[in-house]
């Protein structure tokens, strides 16, 4: 029996009029799943501090992993397509990516060090797609986006990480309808239409 795709959605869109969001709405009418989302807007995901960290080595050296503090991690591990949909904020994201990533970041639950101390991922994840909106140009380095793939594919041994991103829309006189099409005609090419 065919068992259903699991996609978990990282929701970091912060306004309610989010041009990333819209189009990661796009992209997941496309995917075949069942969706989870993950609005990171309502979590409060505490970054760790010298109390949570000495608790989290605790139970991560005891390999106990039943404290809530864990719950992103499971989550994360759960899924096989992870969607993660983030506005371009001071060159890269809004600052609860981070927090996500670092409660995510659980060493023994998303992955572990091989004896020759080189980072393995653990998790049933095969391909993360990150969206993104930019109010200028992006350029050559797209630091959101590649912190995240660097993270996902060092750390989480994911193979498949992709961007889908639409660039200048803050730009005076910008026809941002016309440049969300564009992004969306890009994911109709890749996802089907
Ligand atoms: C706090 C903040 C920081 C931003 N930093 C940048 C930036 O570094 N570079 C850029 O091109 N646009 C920047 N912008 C503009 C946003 O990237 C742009 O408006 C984006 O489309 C917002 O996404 P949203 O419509 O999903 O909220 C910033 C916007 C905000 C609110």
Known sequence: MKT????????????????????????????????????????????LNLE???????????????????????????????????????????AVVKSYIEAVSVQGLTFHYTEEGIPEGLGNVKKVIYVTTAGGPIGEFNLGFDYVKAVCSGLYGIGDIVCHKAEMLDIVGADVEGILKNTMQEIDQVYGV
């Open 4 to 47: 259903m795709k699991k996609i978990l959605f990282v929701n970091a869109c912060v306004r309610p009029q989010s041009r990333t969001n819209v189009l990661a709405k796009y992209l997941l009418d496309k995917l075949d799943g069942q969706t989870e989302e993950l609005d990171l807007g309502k979590e409060d995901i505490e970054p």
């Open 52 to 94: 949570r960290l000495e608790k989290r080595d605790l139970y991560i050296s005891n390999k106990d992993f039943s404290d809530d503090m864990f719950r992103y991690a499971k989550q994360f591990v759960g899924a096989d397509i992870v969607v993660i949909a983030a506005p371009y904020w001071d060159l890269s994201f809004p």
